[in-house]
Structures are given as structure tokens and as C-alpha cells.
């Protein structure tokens, strides 16, 4: 499609459709491009096809009187009905999604996973004749990537080896609609500030001392900062007069939680809560530290304190540039002394 057109008073009022299915960190760091897309484009419509597990994630965004963001999320139950294929919930609920996908006519969709199972949504939404399908040409580094995706995109971008997750799905939206490239010193958003100020006191555990979150657990174990850090981490932490909450989110990983909480006074191993309610216990923290994972991406995408630990995956990466309330350490094959966490956390904390 021509600049042309792009400026056109036509163009203001496109249908686009962003394709971003998971994971929670992926869908986190492509939320700046909804925003992107509305300064520039006040009267398109913007939607979105995301697991449902992370339609959550995307609420705080759908339009409102004060502010327009997104028009509608469209939830697609992919990772349960792989598990469910010859039940005829299944297909029904397929069908219900195929629908709803299909009551828009896009004129840009806009794929920045690079999976060949959001590559398939692309191929199975409506589109005007003249529309622009984009995604990615090439792999980036310690990212999933399937070649085969190219084939369902009219336009395959490509992007740096190493580039950050935000970065990458600028670069993609940048090209799908003929836009310069967004560079680093616009910071991305990601929430609404009303939103941010307005999220409640969480509700999930009732704690009178402030405190701590260590996001401790992540899919990938080399991605672990060593038990034994934590648990000198959150001595330190408690002599100096906050409450290490140890949350999970698997039977594992409460086992280790149970495990951190024998050896550091006055931790708490909570219940377990929705992402939903992640906002509220996030909010409330004195201070977040964590692993490269998608609740410690939560906290720094809302501003909070945050130290962010990288043992094995790439600080470039994922790490949060856009806060200085955000601290990155450690990177890949070299995780942070103990030290230097408990310095960062204590200047958070002051």
C-alpha cells in the first residue's frame, strides 16, 4: 500500500489486527504498539488475537471514553484444544472464534511472533484485497521462530539478530504501515496511567509488614537464580524489616517456595492468584525482584520497583529501559552476585 494512501483521510479509519497469542512476557512487550498505531491513526480499529489466558493482560487497554486504545480482543482457546481435538466443544469453539475473526475485513494484520500457529490466524482472517500482511523474515536470537510463517505474509520484515521484544514488533508495524522506524528515546507505553494509579490494594493476602516479591520460578530452569541466593537475599531483606512474599504458579514451583520460606524469617508462600490479580499484588509491593519471566516483566511494564535477574537468556532481550525504577542485572551464562542484587534492591527501597 503507498504513502500515499497511508495519508490519505481514508487510511485514519483502517481496520488493523494485531496477532500476538502468548506467551505473557510476548504479549506484554507488544502492548507499546497499540499506542504507536493511535497516535498516529486516532480513528483506526485496532484489534487484537490473544490467548485467552492473557485476555486479562489486555482489558486495561480496550477503549473508553477517556481514551482509545483497543477496539476488541479476540480470544482464541489454541493451547486447549490441542489438548481436546476430538471433542466437539472443541470444534464449536473454533468455529465461535473463526466468526468473530472473521467479522472485520482488515487492511493490515499485523504477526510479530513469528510461529506458524499465528501465522495460520493470519491466513484465516478477512482482508480487503489490497491488504498488507506482516510479519517477521527472520529469527532474532533466543527467540521461537518457524520459517514457515513467511509463507502467510505478503510483506516479510526483517529485523537486527538482537533486538528487543519491543523493539522487534515496532520494526514490524513500522514497515506494514510505511512508518519511520520508532527509535529508543520515545519510550514505549504500555498501560494507561489512570489505570496504573487506579489499581487496587491487592486483595489475595492481607500482610501487615511491607513487602518483597520474589518471582523465583520460570519455565526454563537455567533461567534460575540459585536457591541459596534467594534464601541470603531474603534473610537480608527481613533484617531489614520487610516480608518476602514467594508466589507460584505450578506445584513445582510452590514446593520450592515452601522450600525458600523454611530458611528466610517471616516469609510468606501465598495462595495461588490469577493474572487478573497479579496487578493488585504487584502494585502493593514494597519492590519486585525476579527472573527473566513474564510476572517480573509485569511489574517493570507498570513502572514499579523492579530488579530484574537474567542467569541464561540475553539482557538485550527483554531487560526494562524505559523506567529508571527498573534494575537489570546479571545476563546470559552470568547471573548477578548476590551483592549486587541486594545493593540495587536496597537503593529501590530507599
Not at 50 to 71: Q, T
Amino acid at each position: 500500500m503507498s504513502k500515499a494512501l497511508l495519508n490519505s483521510s481514508t487510511s485514519t479509519s483502517s481496520k488493523i489486527l494485531l496477532v500476538k497469542l502468548s506467551s505473557l512476557g510476548d504479549v506484554l512487550h507488544n502492548l507499546p504498539i497499540v499506542w504507536d498505531l493511535r497516535a498516529r491513526f486516532p480513528s483506526a480499529q485496532i484489534d487484537w488475537v490473544v490467548e485467552e489466558a492473557y485476555v486479562h493482560l489486555l482489558e486495561p487497554l480496550l477503549s473508553k471514553e477517556e481514551f482509545r486504545g483497543i477496539d476488541h480482543i479476540i480470544p482464541i482457546g489454541l493451547r486447549r484444544w490441542k489438548k481436546n481435538l476430538l471433542q466437539a466443544k472443541t470444534w464449536q469453539e473454533f468455529f465461535v472464534f473463526k466468526k468473530d475473526l472473521q467479522e472485520t475485513a482488515y487492511d493490515f494484520i499485523i504477526e510479530t511472533q513469528g510461529l506458524l500457529k499465528s501465522a495460520l490466524v493470519c491466513a484465516l482472517a478477512l482482508k480487503n484485497a489490497n491488504a498488507v500482511v506482516s510479519g517477521l523474515a527472520n529469527a532474532t536470537e533466543f527467540s521461537g521462530y518457524e520459517p514457515l510463517a513467511r509463507f502467510f505474509y505478503n510483506q516479510a520484515v526483517q529485523v537486527p539478530i538482537q533486538c528487543h521484544a519491543v523493539d522487534r514488533s515496532r520494526w514490524v508495524m513500522c514497515s506494514a504501515l510505511e512508518l519511520p522506524l520508532l527509535e529508543r528515546s520515545e519510550l514505549p507505553q504500555f498501560y494507561p496511567k489512570k489505570f496504573v494509579a487506579s489499581i487496587p490494594k491487592q486483595s489475595v493476602f492481607h500482610i501487615s509488614l511491607p513487602y518483597v516479591l520474589f518471582f523465583h520460578s520460570t519455565a526454563r530452569e537455567a533461567k534460575r537464580w540459585p536457591n541459596m541466593s534467594w534464601i541470603s537475599l531474603g534473610k537480608n531483606l527481613s533484617e531489614q524489616g520487610y516480608q518476602v512474599v514467594l508466589p507460584w504458579g505450578s506445584l513445582d514451583e510452590k514446593l520450592i517456595s515452601e522450600e525458600l520460606a523454611k530458611h528466610i524469617p517471616r516469609s510468606f508462600v501465598p495462595p495461588a492468584f490469577s493474572i487478573e490479580q497479579a496487578f493488585s499484588v504487584i502494585n502493593d509491593a514494597a519492590l519486585t525482584i525476579g527472573v527473566d519471566t513474564g510476572l517480573t516483566h509485569l511489574a517493570a511494564v507498570l513502572g514499579k520497583p523492579t530488579v530484574e535477574i537474567y542467569c541464561d537468556s540475553p539482557r538485550w532481550k527483554t531487560e526494562g529501559y524505559w523506567c529508571s525504577q527498573i534494575k537489570n542485572l546479571g545476563d546470559i551464562q552470568q547471573p548477578p552476585h548476590i551483592q549486587e542484587v541486594l545493593e540495587a534492591s536496597i537503593k529501590l527501597l530507599t
